[in-house]
């Protein structure tokens, strides 16, 4: 597989969630506050906008969607509704700041229950769903039925397919509708929001989610796929032992892919799935990339160091995508302490990798893969990531020998208010072919901004970035350093 990144000329962009954009209604979202931050990356200079999964879940993880195609309807704009005249006026401000889950799903339903009165069918709507009903019809059945049953669809009276579909529509039709409707007003938000993208050359990198709760359509319409009894209760949940995000490792306590049966059907539902996430963003970034090659999985009911490495898809699955797609758009994220043979596949397969510059850091030497002097052509490479500390706060946490090792190797003293803007000139100085930044890493704040700390339930998935951050001045001083890298 020829790597696509080789061919891009050196450039740099910004991660940022949907979900962590300035917004008055409790969460980032695909209305306004968005075009304004294509705009800033326009300013800035920068050419790749990297946003996190964008599916729809039932909870705050984006990485734990219930759906593969099905968009996150917490990111649809009440400000667009007020345009399209499906309310009347913009809704009360819910704030700024982080957010409150339970709060915002509660607050949008509201809005969005109002807006579905509003709403009359279109030309427009009707080929929507007309050109999404392999997907659609069962999202919407599985969603409605989810409210009805509860969130255990092995224990339903009806079972995934054209019967529960057709009841579902004669007694609760209305409700599948509503389901439908919010699709259609996800989509048509993305929709501008890619066009706009597209007219600054602004590309989006997208995230596919390795894994499904058990309570997912995927798991409802797809059991033999995953490692499921006969009553459809999971085997074996998902993990990772202990590695650099977390010393006691990590426990997501998702069901695992019967790869056996993807090989038989030859990664049908998995080319579907990549095909589709091709339509929807310009780069795609392939989560927790080992688990297609190698995977821990622990039987129900044993603790996570019970658990044991298993033969996933291995070389078969990118020898697949290969034959589907060619030079696909697309890099992986290989962190964590990889075997020879993951590297060995990695190696032929030219696939794009992952850098990241705060586990060099984080070492007593600056050495190794993660160190900028080491960067290959073909790798992004971050500062940071949404699963680490920021690194302003790895720097405030810092031992006094990390701290001398980076010292020296950028070759002078520095206060914590400077460290951030050393760091992005480390990254733009390198041989990777792409330079992606935590916009909390370009701010330059602290680990209260930090998204997600893994293996901790609580406080995820919650920062958001206000509106005073995006600043004139801000983009003008990334817009500097890009071009000075040669990066513009």
């Known amino acids: 597989m020829k790597s696509k990144l080789l061919t891009q000329p050196p450039s740099s962009g910004i991660l940022l969630p949907i979900f962590s954009l ?11 506050s968005a075009h304004r931050f294509v705009d800033f990356l326009w300013e800035a200079e920068q050419k790749f906008w990297q946003i996190l999964p964008i599916f729809q879940t039932a909870g705050a993880n984006p990485y734990l969607p219930i759906s593969a195609f099905a968009g996150n309807t917490l990111l649809i704009s009440p400000e667009l509704l007020v345009e399209e005249h499906l309310l009347e006026h913009p809704p009360t401000p819910l704030g700024e700041g982080r957010i409150d889950y339970n709060r915002v ?15 009359r069918p279109s030309q427009e709507y009707e080929e929507f769903c007309a050109r999404n009903v392999w997907w659609l019809e069962d999202f919407a059945t599985f969603s409605v039925l989810s409210r009805v ?13 054209e019967d529960a579909r057709r009841k579902t529509r004669e007694k609760w039709g209305q409700e599948v509708e509503f389901e439908k409707f919010l699709q259609y007003l996800f989509f048509k938000q993305w929709s ?4 706009i993208c597209s007219s600054r050359e602004i590309k989006i990198v997208g995230d596919l989610p390795i894994y499904f709760p058990h309570h997912a359509t995927e798991v409802w319409l797809h059991p033999e796929l995953f490692k499921l009894d006969k009553l459809g209760n999971p085997l074996y949940f998902s993990g990772v032992p202990p590695d650099f995000f977390s010393q006691v490792g990590q426990f997501w306590g998702t069901p695992v892919y019967n790869w056996e049966e993807h090989r038989k059907q030859r990664f049908e539902w998995w080319m579907r799935r990549i095909e589709y996430s091709f339509k929807l963003f310009d780069w795609v970034r392939l989560d927790h990339f080992r688990g297609f090659i190698r995977y821990w999985e622990v039987p129900v009911g044993e603790r996570l160091e019970k658990g044991r490495w298993v033969i996933a898809a291995g070389a078969d699955f990118f020898l697949e995508l290969e034959k589907r797609f060619g030079s696909a758009p697309l890099f992986a994220e290989d962190l964590g302490a990889l075997i020879p043979e993951e590297i060995g596949i990695i ?11 705060l586990f060099a850091l984080s070492q007593n030497q600056i050495s190794g893969r993660h160190a900028p002097h080491e960067y290959p052509e073909n790798c992004v490479a971050y500062t940071s990531t949404h699963d680490s500390p920021t690194i302003k706060g790895w720097f405030e946490s810092a031992t006094p020998k990390q701290r001398n090792n980076f010292f020296k190797y950028v070759g002078r003293e520095m206060n914590a208010g400077e460290v951030h803007l050393e760091c992005l000139k480390l990254l733009l100085a390198s041989e990777a072919r792409l330079c992606i930044f935590p916009l909390q890493d370009v701010i330059g704040l602290g680990n209260e901004a930090r998204i997600n700390r893994p293996g901790t339930p609580k406080g995820n998935w919650e920062w958001r970035a206000l509106p005073q951050h995006l600043s004139p001045e801000l983009a003008k001083t990334i817009q500097k350093l890009t071009t000075d890298f040669g990066r513009a």
Do not use: H
């Open 149 to 161: 049953w509860g969130v255990a669809w092995n224990t339903w009276p009806l079972k995934a397919g």
């Open 347 to 357: 190696e032929a397969l030219g696939i794009p990798t992952v850098r990241v510059l």
């Open 105 to 119: 799903r509660a607050y949008k339903e509201e809005i969005y229950r109002k807006a579905f009165k509003n709403f």
């Open 192 to 195: 501008e929001l890619q066009e």
């Open 22 to 32: 300035p917004s008055p209604y409790g969460i980032g979202d695909l209305g306004p």
